[in-house]
């Protein structure tokens, strides 16, 4: 089982100033720490239901091209990009770009967007979820064709694109990775099974995310795909990591790897002074049983 290092707050000791240093610092903790992924969160406002809504936020893909400049290995991407934030064509070009800089490292998370305070607060439309589902069909429909060797238009319901000229085209064969967050089980768990590299689930129980998973397995089996064919990984929102408890948490994992999770992706706990004082320590990593990565601060 992978691991993943979700950035989802930015508000640390020494204000603006020192996010640019602080952020470098925490990506050389993850590659060290012999992490897959780093990711940030795309939103304008921080999460009102998690943290103080004025809380520090940055632009994601600006943000992931600073992670990209330092850092070799680990795989980049938004966890998850709501669909209504950029015009698909963009949104291509934009991902393809942190793809080629990064030297074939980036991946396209996406949703259906959810958090509406942050679209009124910046005059950014926010259709219907119904409509939100169907923008998000035809922007990885979009995406897929400029990742291809077809240029042509694209004629959809929402989009209409004269041309899906994409160049230099991505560096990861096919493409970047998709993963698709959410598990709304008539709609979105069907889109994951048509589009997908990987699906991306709140791990909220193990009984849940056994449910959730039979759902992706049927929707597979009805388009014909084999559900081995999607990566299933989790965000981790349990409170053993809050807990700084390693055995509780690697019993959790344990469970979810018979499920056939292949990530965790975890968002580093709020200590005191975290992550500041942790990455000017070092993080240290050690591995247990099942293969299972732990980060904690040393």
Known sequence: MELGIHLANLTWPGGPEQMGPTLAAVARATERAGCAHLSVMDHWFQMDMMAPVDNDMLAAYTTLGFLAAHTERVQLHVLVTGVTYRPPGLLA???????VLSGGRAALGIGAAWYEREHLGLGVPFPSVGERIERLEETLQICLQMWSDDNGPYHGRHYQLAETLCVPKPLSRPHPPIWIGG???????????RYADVS??????????????????RHCEDVGRDPDDVEKTILYVGDALRNHDTGAFLAE????AKLGISTVVVMPPRA????????????????????ILFVTAS
């Open 93 to 99: 070009k934009i991902v393809t770009t942190l793809d």
């Open 200 to 217: 991306n689930l709140i791990a909220t129980s193990r009984d849940e995310l056994a449910h959730k998973l039979e759902v992706l397995a």
């Open 253 to 256: 994992m344990r469970e979810y």
């Open 183 to 193: 598990g709304g089980e008539k709609k979105l768990l069907k889109l994951v099974a």
């Open 272 to 291: 005191v002074n975290a992550p500041v004082t942790v990455m000017r320590r070092g993080w240290q990593a050690a591995t247990r049983s099942s293969r």
